[in-house]
């Protein structure tokens, strides 16, 4: 009897053992299961579709090319990632070139700009469209600037630092028109047509130190004036006034 019962005894701690080995593969997978299920619901709610499966709703997005590398980044701000030359936040879509430079900048507002490989602030917030080169310096773009100008731009290539043609509207100036700019340290603009605010026509002409050399003017039913200026003398003749009828 003694022997049976041990026998018995011995028995039932094998069952019980077994039971507790099951019971903690079971609480790992209840576990596993768990922390799978809360995952799903925070990826659900980062990135989800109405009921109509129609619209997404998401944080950001990364599409990337054959290689692996980040070509097109979405959103505001877009997501990091090391594939991209710049580190800053930019609000909108962005177009990578395959060495990581930004090609294309569409957003609101614009990341500052880019030349020679410097970022360069600008003067204030602007939303718009960027274009860069290969190197991802600016070299044009289109934007409505947070102090009310809108402009349109084309810019000298690298080593220059220079707006090449600009068209723009200048409300703080007084000025609609396009701006012609020399690739100089100094970007002296070299050409100038527009309207001012007091609805005079302008065509502007300079030399190579910036020097207004010849002017034509438009004011209202007055005559037209072209002006000759000499800018050692500081003189100005209108030409149009010496002519005879």
Known sequence: MPHQSERSFERCLTHLERQVRVLRILSVLALAFFLITICLAFRARRASADVTGQVLTVRGLIIEDTQGRPRILLGAPGPHVKGRTRTDDANGIVLIGENGADRVVIGAPTPDGQANGKIIKRIVGASGLVVNDGDGNERGGLAVLDNGRGVACLDYPAPAVAEAICMGVVPD??????????????????????????????????????????????????????????PKTKSERDVLSETKP
């Open 173 to 230: 100036q007084g000025f609609a028109g396009l701006l012609i700019s020399a690739a100089t340290a100094n970007n002296e603009d070299r050409a100038q047509i527009g309207v001012l605010k007091d609805g005079t026509s302008l065509l502007r002409l300079a030399d190579t130190n910036g020097k207004d050399r010849v002017m034509v003017l438009v004011q209202g039913d007055k005559p037209a004036r072209f002006l000759v200026i000499d």
